[in-house]
């Protein structure tokens, strides 16, 4: 497929209709020409206003290139296949629906993939933006479970240790012809909790030797819903990262070892870190470390 756009972005959604138009407003509001991108929204069978909400969007804004398309496939992974499929941009951008991206966004991709030409992947910076009070119990190391990524102010390369987040996340749109599109055997599915699919998107890209690397500028918040900050949903979530990579790594005997000797070590450092907190008198943190990680493997037990 022939590149028209330097950047398309995609916005996959699924029953968002209260953070969906926040997103959206957000994209109105970049700096970049808007001759330079594109915008895919992918309705992954919504129930709620979503397509009305789209519809008129398009309808507001003649100038954005915008294309609406309703995935009947239901899962995560399906509805950004789609989105890959559709993708005229040399990047694709891959933004969540509860996302708001800052002004200079895109023009900040743009800078960065002039100035890092090989650059495979890239994970852009994501705030946390939490619709009530920040939970006193959640500790740093637990912060990625709300889809939040923040390296510092440097750009770098990343090894392995950590990868980019769904929220904010910017590929070259032709690698996927060479690993393939996202798993649709994992990943979210309507309301259900697996996920494992960008990981696994992330070690097929090392195993051909794709450069991975963080940005900081081109940076979204990401809301978090009050339900969402709830050690109900988070024990839901965890369930979900040991599922997850179990069904990852299903019929591979030794990454199905590799996964259990990490969940050993990742113990060995809850459990550091937890008396840690309890030393310096923060128990409720120390306590949801070691619920989380005993939920974790709960799933992977499964």
């Not at 987040?165 to 259900?192: C, D, Q, W, Y």
Request: charge should be positive; hydrophobic fraction near 40%; aromatic fraction near 12%.
């Amino acid at each position: 497929m022939q590149d028209t756009f330097l950047i398309s972005v995609v916005i996959c959604t699924y029953n968002r209709d209260k953070f969906l138009p926040l997103a959206l407003e957000s994209l109105t509001k970049q700096s970049l020409d808007s001759s330079l991108w594109e915008l895919i929204l992918i309705d992954n069978n919504c129930t709620d206003t979503t397509a009305s909400i789209c519809k008129n969007f398009i309808e507001a804004n003649p100038k954005i290139n915008c294309i609406y398309y309703l995935e009947m496939a239901q899962g995560l992974s399906h509805a950004r296949n789609r989105g890959i499929v559709l993708a005229k941009g040399t990047y694709i951008s891959f933004i969540d629906d509860d996302a708001v991206a800052c002004p200079d966004y895109l023009k900040e991709i743009q800078i960065f993939t002039q100035k890092y030409k090989s650059a495979t992947l890239i994970g852009g910076r994501i705030y946390p933006c939490f619709e009530g009070a920040e939970p006193n119990w959640i500790s740093p190391i637990l912060m990625p479970i709300f889809s939040t990524l923040d390296l510092g102010e440097t750009e770098k390369q990343l090894t392995g240790k950590r990868y980019p987040v769904g929220a904010n996340m910017i590929f070259r749109r032709s690698i996927f012809e060479t690993i393939g599109m996202f798993n649709p055997e994992l990943g979210r599915v309507g309301k259900n909790m697996m996920g494992g699919e960008e990981k696994d998107i992330y070690l097929k890209i090392i195993k051909v030797a794709g450069e991975i690397y963080y940005a900081p500028k081109p940076f979204v918040h990401h809301i978090i819903p009050i339900e969402r900050a709830t050690k109900t949903f988070i024990e839901k979530q965890a369930i979900g990262v040991g599922m997850s990579e179990k069904a990852r790594v299903k019929d591979r005997g030794l990454e199905l070892t590799k996964s259990w000797i990490l969940e050993l070590i990742k113990w060995g450092v809850s459990l550091t870190l937890a008396f840690f907190y309890v030393i310096t008198f923060r128990p409720a943190k120390a306590g949801l470390l070691i619920q989380f990680r005993w939920w974790v493997t709960k799933g992977l037990a499964l």
